[in-house]
């Protein structure tokens, strides 16, 4: 699994990108166990953003998220997110224009 971050005509907008894991997030086999936050500051000096983070394997009952978020407003800045599961777009988020954000998450057992 990979979340991919893009994002155009950023320039003196700013903003963030945070992508949250839970395994066993429903807590049947346990507590759920949150992995390391991943967390990509977007300053306002950039104008193009295009990462992608592998996640690794994920088993059912697992949980991805991703949030994405503008610091500043413009007319044309967008800043998405693609959960992607074997290369395929499963989920996707997206802020247009600025100062909000949007988040969108997989549960694995949906897959």
């Known amino acids: 699994m990979h979340v991919q971050i893009t994002g155009s005509k950023m320039a003196g907008v700013g903003g963030s990108a945070v992508v949250l ?12 166990v949150e992995d390391r936050p991943i967390l990509r500051i977007i300053s306002a000096t950039e104008t193009t953003i ?11 009952g697992d949980r991805i998220r ?10 044309e800045p967008v800043l998405r997110a693609d959960i992607l599961v074997n290369g395929v777009v499963k989920k996707s988020c997206f802020v247009k ?3 909000v954000f949007s988040e969108c998450e997989v549960l694995t057992d949906t897959l």
């Open 50 to 60: 295009n990462e992608r983070f592998a996640l690794g394997k994920f088993a059912a």
């Open 66 to 75: 991703a949030r994405v978020e503008m610091s500043g407003y413009g007319p």
């Open 97 to 99: 224009g600025g100062g």
């Open 21 to 32: 894991s839970t395994r066993d997030y429903a807590g049947t086999k346990g507590a759920p």
